[in-house]
């Protein structure tokens, strides 16, 4: 498998202002973005800035768009891959891809961004020959994290923390949990989606307890209903 093959192809910009963070989140995420703003001369206090996030918690809550707002706020290419597409069989093919796209990402100075992180966890059994070569390839991702340059960026994404391995969680400068929100942030999410569109397709049922992106595709739907009956009825 050739590693550009598994690279998904979305190069979307999200502004870090379009994301719905917690307090404490959004904090955080500024704080590594302005790092990275001053790398130049924070090196030249021989100051490390941080480079590896791991985004965890509920399926939905902007995990994804997260990592592509840490690019856009920084210039930055997006290298986005879906572990689940990446795990071989063949542990040594696994590892060469890995390490195909971390190099990848020195290069381009990108964001890495790998989803589903939690399938290197899931990937252990019971028995002693798979976990044998599980442990070589967590041994070669964590080389890869340490060798990682300041100049790229490397964030992380599941939704089961517990499942990995907890050499990797140790290498993560920022590790930042996704909940799902609140009322209030639902409230002002369905007022961000409906401000665009004419009052009359606005006043809609609002749901709640639920995810950012399940939000937006009831949101969606019920526009798309309301569009095409406002048609039919015209005809």
């Not at 302005?34 to 939905?60: C, M």
């Not at 059994?125 to 964590?142: P, Q």
């Amino acid at each position: 498998m050739n590693v550009f093959e598994i690279i998904i192809n979305d190069q979307e910009k999200v502004a870090m202002e379009d994301v719905f963070h917690s307090a404490d989140n959004k904090a955080a995420l500024t704080q590594i973005i302005k790092e990275h703003r001053y790398l130049d001369v924070l090196e030249q206090y021989k100051l490390p800035v941080s480079n590896k996030v791991l985004l965890y918690g509920d399926s939905g809550c902007g995990k994804t768009t997260t990592a592509k707002a840490i690019a856009t706020a920084l210039g930055k290419k997006i290298v986005i891959v879906d572990l689940s597409t990446l795990v071989n069989s063949r542990i040594g093919e696994t590892s060469r891809n890995i390490k195909g796209l971390f190099d990848k990402a020195a290069r381009d100075k990108a964001v890495l961004f790998l989803d589903e992180f939690d399938q290197i966890g899931k990937m252990r059994s019971t028995d002693d020959k798979e976990v044998g070569e599980m442990r070589r390839l967590v041994n070669a991702i964590i080389q890869q994290i340490d060798y990682l340059p300041q100049h790229a960026i490397l964030v992380c994404a599941t939704n089961y923390y517990d499942l990995i391995d907890i050499a990797l969680i140790r290498r993560f400068q920022l590790r930042l949990k996704f909940e799902l929100p609140d009322e209030a942030r639902l409230d002002e999410y369905y007022d961000k989606l409906l401000s665009t569109f004419p009052p009359h397709l606005q006043n809609i049922e609002r749901k709640y307890g639920t995810s950012f992106a399940e939000v937006k595709d009831y949101v969606h739907a019920e526009l798309k209903k309301r569009i095409i009956r406002d048609l039919e009825q015209a005809d």
